[in-house]
C-alpha cells in the first residue's frame, strides 16, 4: 500500500469571535486556488460567514493543502486539530478587550503544535483605533515568535464579503488588498518548506 501524503493544514484560529477568522480562512483558500494550488476548505465556524463550503471527500482527498476555519472557541476537537497544523494564523483586531482571548489562543496553539508557523493577523488596522499599548502588545508577540501582519481597514474588504469574492479581486490595489496578497504569499511559502 503506498505512503498517504501529508497534507498540510493552514488552520485560522481564535476562541474570539468576530476577529476575522471566515475572511482570512477565505483569503488564503482563495490566494491558493488563483495560484492552482488543490486545497480543500473546512468550515467548522457554522456562522455563516465564509465565502466557502465545506470541501466533499473528493476534494479533500485530491488536495495539497488543508484550509480550516474555526469557530471562536477552544474545544478539544479544536485541540486535536491543532496537533495537526502546519501553520496556524490568529487573526485579532486592534481593540484592548480582544487581547485575553487572543494571548489564551496563542498559548493553546504553542502547545498543541510547537514546530507550526505561528502569524498574528491584526485585522482592521488603523493608526487612529490602536492604541501604543495594543502595539507593545505586538512587540510582546513578536518576542514569542510570532510573525506579527497587518491588514489595514478598507471599503473592499465589506464590498468583497458582500459579492463573495476576494478583496484582491475586488480591489487589488487597495492597502488591504495588498497586504491580504502579501499574508497569502507568506502562508503559500511557509506550507511549501512544511515537511
Avoid at 476534494?59 to 479544536?78: C, F, K, L, N, S
Wanted: aromatic share 6%.
Amino acid at each position: 500500500m503506498p505512503k498517504r501524503q501529508h497534507k498540510k493544514t493552514v488552520t485560522v484560529v481564535n476562541r474570539k469571535g468576530g476577529v476575522g477568522k471566515s475572511f482570512i480562512a477565505d483569503e488564503i483558500a482563495w490566494a491558493l486556488e488563483r495560484d492552482g494550488v488543490a486545497c480543500a476548505f473546512w468550515d467548522f465556524d457554522g456562522q455563516g460567514g465564509t465565502g466557502h463550503e465545506t470541501s466533499d471527500a473528493e476534494e479533500r482527498e485530491a488536495a495539497e493543502v488543508y484550509v480550516v476555519d474555526t469557530p471562536g472557541a477552544i474545544t478539544r476537537q479544536m485541540r486535536d486539530l491543532l496537533k495537526q497544523t502546519d501553520v496556524a494564523v490568529v487573526p485579532v483586531t486592534p481593540v484592548g478587550s480582544d487581547v485575553t482571548a487572543t494571548e489564551y489562543t496563542m498559548d493553546v496553539v504553542e502547545s498543541a503544535c510547537p514546530k507550526a508557523a505561528k502569524i498574528v493577523v491584526v485585522n482592521a488596522w488603523t493608526r487612529f483605533r490602536t492604541a501604543r499599548a495594543f502595539e507593545e502588545r505586538a512587540d510582546a508577540w513578536r518576542s514569542r515568535g510570532w510573525e506579527v501582519r497587518y491588514v489595514p481597514h478598507a471599503e473592499a474588504v465589506r464590498r468583497a464579503r458582500d459579492a463573495g469574492r476576494s478583496v484582491c479581486d475586488v480591489d487589488r490595489r487597495c492597502k488591504a488588498a495588498r497586504a491580504v496578497s502579501e499574508l497569502c504569499e507568506r502562508v503559500e511559502g511557509l506550507v511549501s518548506v512544511c515537511d
